[in-house]
């Protein structure tokens, strides 16, 4: 298994790196996180738990690390973490389906062809 705690301290080192490079695009970054914040009508640890579904369907592993902290530092609990990852199964599962779909109207206009 992958160190996390080892992962999020080199990503940090990794940003600060870009960072110096572009500030920018970090600035911008961090302007974009910060956005969410302004009305608070969801708290933190709920937004954490929903940038935790969010990070397993984007596949990012940066993601993971990062929220899952900060959902921790934010009170999460184990199983309120499991169920925000349920949801992510389910949507990810669901647009499978979806998308399956698209697959079989595809498989038919080649047929027709």
Same mark, same amino acid.
């Given at each position: 298994?992958?160190?996390?705690?080892?992962?999020?301290?080199? $990503?940090?080192?990794?940003?600060?790196?870009?960072?110096?490079?572009?500030?920018?695009?970090?600035?911008?970054?961090?302007?974009?996180?910060?956005?969410? !914040?302004?009305?608070?009508? $969801?708290?933190?640890?709920?937004?954490?738990?929903?940038?935790? #579904?969010?990070?397993?369907? /984007?596949?990012?592993?940066?993601?993971? !690390? *990062?929220?899952?902290? /900060?959902?921790?530092?934010?009170?999460?609990?184990? &199983?309120?973490? #499991?169920?925000?990852?349920?949801?992510?199964?389910?949507? &990810?599962?669901?647009?499978?389906?979806?998308?399956?779909?698209? *697959?079989?109207? #595809?498989?038919?206009?080649?047929?027709?062809?």
């Amino acid at each position: 298994m992958l160190d996390w705690n080892e992962y999020r301290r080199q $990503l940090t080192a990794g940003v600060g790196e870009i960072g110096r490079l572009s500030p920018e695009i970090v600035r911008g970054y961090m302007a974009l996180g910060a956005a969410g !914040t302004k009305t608070d009508l $969801l708290g933190a640890k709920v937004r954490e738990l929903i940038a935790l #579904a969010v990070a397993v369907t /984007a596949r990012c592993d940066g993601c993971i !690390t *990062v929220h899952t902290d /900060a959902a921790i530092r934010h009170g999460a609990t184990e &199983n309120e973490i #499991a169920e925000a990852l349920s949801v992510a199964i389910a949507v &990810n599962a669901g647009a499978a389906l979806v998308y399956s779909t698209r *697959v079989m109207d #595809a498989y038919k206009s080649h047929q027709a062809a």
